[in-house]
């Protein structure tokens, strides 16, 4: 068994996120909780984007000393953790659940996106690796059922699960700022122009059909058109491996 000062420490904010406490520090008793610090974080992102998630903003929010804060939280990267996780929530109740693993990957994408798009600043927080908080792994949990009832098992089933998350959050990097009508249609016209003379055949083609740049009004048509290929990715997988 390791001894305290040979175990590994845990990443920033994965104590914390699981019910863990804060270590304890000299001076005052903390007055509030590690909860109502985040919350805090999550109202001000919520109202101005995550910039606004600031130590001086979040400890003026709570009635504390930007100081104070660190009673709490040991650094901004586990208040930036914790922010992430809050801000994602849990899946919506019944969420991939239908036994149809086809229609659970498209509602497991499609809810992904409507979180990500009322949340853009979600998009602003740097990812690092694997998720290791309760509602991240909540909505991992569950794409990794809906792959494995298609068929894909063991390691295979991480792959299967990055291809689908991959797709859901371009998608909503790229629908959270579509691109108007008439700034669409400015953009097609320039772009006719120029990409056949830089060999871009493919998107010039794209621009002829008025795919590209995607609107709002496109989402549906882009959702289903992007999700075929990835639902055709999974059954492969399924039947390769």
């Known amino acids: 068994m390791l001894d305290r000062d040979t175990t590994p420490e845990l990443p920033p904010g994965m104590t914390l996120a699981w019910g ?16 109502q610090i985040v919350a805090a974080a999550v109202g001000l992102a919520d109202a101005e984007g995550v910039a606004n998630a600031s130590l001086p903003n979040i400890a003026h929010e709570v009635g ?14 586990e208040l930036t953790v914790l922010l992430a996780d809050a801000g994602w929530g849990p899946p919506p ?50 794409l ?8 894909v098992r063991g390691e295979h089933l991480l792959g299967c699960e990055t291809m689908v998350t991959g797709f859901a959050t371009a998608a909503a990097v790229r629908l959270a700022t ?5 700034e669409a249609a ?12 830089h060999g871009s055949d493919e998107l010039a083609a794209l621009v002829s059909d ?12 882009f959702l289903t058109a992007g999700l075929e290929p990835v639902l055709a990715g999974v059954a492969g997988m399924a039947s390769i491996f």
């Not at 863990?20 to 909860?35: F, I, L, M, N, Q």
């Not at 100081?67 to 901004?76: D, Q, W």
């Open 178 to 182: 579509p691109a108007a009508p008439a």
């Open 20 to 35: 863990g406490t804060p270590p304890p520090r000299r001076g005052p008793k903390p007055s509030h909780s590690v909860a």
């Open 93 to 142: 109740e019944g969420l991939a659940s239908s036994g149809d693993w086809r229609a659970d990957v498209r509602d497991w994408t499609r809810a992904v996106l409507d979180r990500l798009l009322s949340r853009t600043w979600l998009l602003d927080l740097p990812m690092r690796g694997d998720p290791v908080t309760p509602n991240r792994l909540a909505w991992t949990e569950l």
């Open 64 to 77: 504390v000393t930007t100081n104070a804060l660190y009673r709490y939280v040991s650094s901004k990267e």
């Open 210 to 221: 008025g795919r590209y740049p995607v609107t709002a009004e496109d989402r549906e048509a």
């Open 144 to 151: 990794l059922r809906a792959c494995a009832a298609a068929g």
């Open 186 to 197: 400015a953009v097609r016209d320039h772009l006719a122009l120029h990409l056949p003379r």
